[in-house]
């Protein structure tokens, strides 16, 4: 249930920053620019409490809407580590 | 037969090293060994030599072309310039909240005027950008006066437009020019949560320059003021996508003082790319200031020379010089050259030019409409015209390596008053921005 909120709160901020994206949708290749690359970052980081690091910034890695959650996820779980 | 672009800038940095530069794709390669044939082939424009390793990489990075290719490379970037001139599914605003400034520069063009933007143009702002029903990506600009010498409006309208750009999926991205005295760590973390990502501030040298040239309205010193804030962001903002530009304007003054400059750049944003440095030099840009300190102006000529023995000194530091953003296909074009580019001053009215505006001869030229209470917007299209044509010639353009960079649309601010087109070209500035990047180790380097 808490998976299935993330998911549709996560869908809705991608849609949000001008992504496509549904949940069939969630590996089929992004197309997007340093821009909306950029716009998109801070949105989640503000979304999700969370400060995206250095790998991240040039966006290896990160093809497909998945590949943005599975970042996020990461993300948390190590923050929440720390905590 | 392959071709070489006409869109690169070939830079022989050693015997063996050689630095190429793909204006058209904005990517650039170091190449180190036998680079003899590259060079013999790059005169004679045509790659004559064996099925080497170096033809590969020069093919694969779009330096090597088919020659159906090179001959209508020229018309393909016209058709970029086309697009992204009347591109309606993006839109640029630069904002102009205040025309006050809490700073007197000694070579600023703006007059001593209050005008804050009030709630209601701030209003119509926000809703000429939901009216607007093509827009896919918006790029707002604040700029002054001194945009934060009314921060509450900044905030009121970055907050309205992040609303309209997630209800509708626009892609939104900000920045700011500004003298970063007003640029607390509070201040800069909600413009951050609210897309204001880069930003251009400008250190004019040492403290002992800085102060001089850019001194507070009330006669204080302003340098201790900025750097304390660009430390308290560098060392406790904790977003990593944001862009610092610090910007240096360059007079005799600021050159003597150099090498304290750069001592206190690098003790300070060493090795951290969210800083980067770039410079410019005084010149005329009008107003009644500047005559006190003309004969403290280098030349255009004399400035030109002093720039590479600059970019070449910062380029020796760990501090990021000659960002690549200057250089990227079309960075070069203005952007009062786009259809759906505009300056909104306080009242509501519609620019074209952040100098020009301040030109009281032709003001008219450059106010060209102005918003509605309900956000509809009408524009003069007799003036709008003026800034949207290309009155350049474009087979000389289609020829030179930097077309991709300018789209053969320099300063439509100058041509108009002028009544005759400005070349960038002759400052080379491309040749010492990537010069500056290689030195850095910011591109990457192949053997063949």
Redesign the interface.
């Known amino acids: 249930m808490v998976k299935e909120t993330f998911l549709e709160d996560f869908i809705l901020t991608m849609n949000e920053c001008g992504f496509d994206v549904a949940e069939e949708s969630l590996d089929d290749e992004l197309q997007y620019d340093s821009l909306q690359f950029v716009s998109t970052m801070v949105s989640i980081e503000e979304k999700y409490g969370i400060t995206i690091p250095d790998d991240y910034m040039l966006g290896e890695g990160l093809d497909t809407a998945r590949d943005f959650i599975n970042m996020v996820y990461l993300l948390k779980e190590t923050e929440d580590e720390k905590q | 037969m392959l071709n070489w672009t006409k869109y690169h800038i070939l830079e022989k940095i050693k015997d063996d090293r050689i630095l190429l530069w793909n204006t058209f794709l904005g990517k650039g390669i170091t190449l180190v060994g036998n680079i003899a044939p590259i060079c013999e082939s790059e005169v004679s424009g045509v790659w004559s030599g064996e099925d080497s390793k170096a033809k590969q990489i020069l093919q694969s990075n779009g330096f090597l072309i088919e020659k159906d290719q090179y001959d209508v490379e020229g018309k393909l970037i016209s058709k970029m310039r086309s697009e992204t001139v009347y591109d309606d599914s993006f839109m640029s605003i630069t904002i102009i909240p205040t025309d006050t400034c809490n700073f007197n520069c000694i070579y600023c063009y703006q007059s001593d005027t209050i005008h804050n933007m009030s709630k209601e143009t701030a209003d119509s702002i926000i809703r000429m950008i939901a009216r607007k029903k093509t827009l ?2 918006l ?1 707002i600009s604040w700029f002054g006066g001194e945009p934060l010498c009314n921060k509450e409006i900044v905030f009121y309208i970055m907050e309205g437009i992040n609303r309209v ?3 509708r ?5 900000a920045d700011m020019t500004t003298n970063a005295s007003l640029l607390d760590l509070p201040t800069f973390i909600r413009l ?2 609210l ?1 204001v ?1 880069n930003y251009q501030i400008t250190i004019d040298g040492c403290k002992k320059t800085h102060d001089v040239q850019r001194p507070l309205k009330s006669g204080g010193s302003s340098y201790d003021m900025i750097l304390k804030n660009l430390r308290d962001i560098r060392d406790n903002a ?4 944001f862009k610092i530009g610090i910007r240096t304007n360059f007079t005799d003054f600021v050159d003597n003082q150099f090498a304290a400059m750069k001592d206190t750049l690098e003790e300070e944003f060493s090795n951290d790319s969210r800083f980067y440095f770039f410079f410019q030099w005084v010149k005329n840009w009008g107003g009644n200031r500047i005559s006190g300190i003309m004969d403290r102006l280098l030349s255009d000529d004399e400035a030109i020379s002093h720039y590479g023995r600059w970019m070449d000194q910062m380029a020796q530091t760990s501090v990021r010089t000659g960002d690549i953003t200057l250089i990227r296909p079309c960075s070069g074009l203005c952007v009062g050259c786009r259809k759906n580019s505009f300056i909104v001053d306080t009242d509501g009215s519609i620019c074209k030019c952040t100098t020009g505006m301040y030109d009281k001869d032709y003001r008219d030229r450059v106010v060209i409409g102005k918003i509605e209470k309900n956000g509809l917007y009408k524009i003069d299209k007799w003036k709008e015209i003026d800034w949207l044509s290309m009155d350049a010639d474009q087979n000389e353009c289609e020829k030179c390596a930097q077309y991709p960079i300018c789209l053969g649309m320099p300063c439509p601010y100058y041509k108009i008053k002028h009544k005759r087109v400005i070349c960038n070209k002759k400052t080379d500035y491309v040749c010492k921005i990537i010069l500056a990047m290689e030195k850095q180790g910011h591109i990457q380097e192949i053997r063949i």
Request: aromatic share 10%.
């Open positions: 896919r990506k790029h750009c997630k209800e999926g626009i892609v939104l991205i951050y949560d897309k990502l904790k977003g990593r996508f």
